[in-house]
């Protein structure tokens, strides 16, 4: 089920395009939001990348998570930026998750941005 999630040329934006994407629970859209070698830090023990990173997100949205989040600060230069997030996930039946992230966000030749660093516990 991918709808129409577009990815923008505002770093800026890609909180609540992200938020929107997980909400609607559109798997193929929360994945279109990563670069290729995008690494996740959910465990900073082991970062996850390529199908793990993908089979993650797979079996985190089959729990129908509701996602809640605010850019606290963003930091653009030339194709790199780096987003401060506060986020909140409720998932029925399981303790609230909550966190500060820290994403670095790579914008592609084709002027898009796109997820490269996704470390949701970044102030830990």
């Known amino acids: 089920?991918?709808?129409?999630?577009?990815?923008?040329?505002?770093?800026?934006?890609?909180?609540?395009?992200?938020?929107?994407?997980?909400?609607?629970?559109?798997?193929?859209?929360?994945?279109?939001?990563?670069?290729e070698d995008a690494v996740s830090v959910?465990?900073?023990?082991?970062?996850?990348?390529?199908?793990?990173?993908?089979?993650?997100?797979?079996?985190?949205?089959?729990?129908?998570?509701?996602?809640?989040?605010?850019?606290?600060e963003s930091y653009v230069t030339g194709d790199t930026a780096l987003l401060v997030v506060d986020w909140s996930f409720d998932i029925e039946g399981e303790e609230p998750l909550s966190g500060t992230g820290l994403d670095v966000l790579r914008k592609g030749p084709d002027g898009k941005w796109r997820y490269a660093i996704d470390n949701p516990f970044g102030d830990n």
Do not use: C
């Not at 395009?17 to 609607?24: S, T």
């Not at 996850?48 to 996602?67: D, L, N, T, W």
């Open 1 to 35: 089920m991918t709808t129409n999630f577009a990815l923008p040329e505002d770093a800026t934006k890609m909180t609540a395009l992200y938020v929107r994407a997980m909400n609607a629970g559109d798997v193929d859209a929360v994945l279109s939001l990563y670069t």
């Open 42 to 72: 959910w465990d900073p023990e082991k970062p996850i990348s390529g199908a793990e990173h993908e089979q993650a997100v797979k079996e985190f949205m089959a729990k129908r998570p509701v996602m809640r989040a605010e850019l606290k």
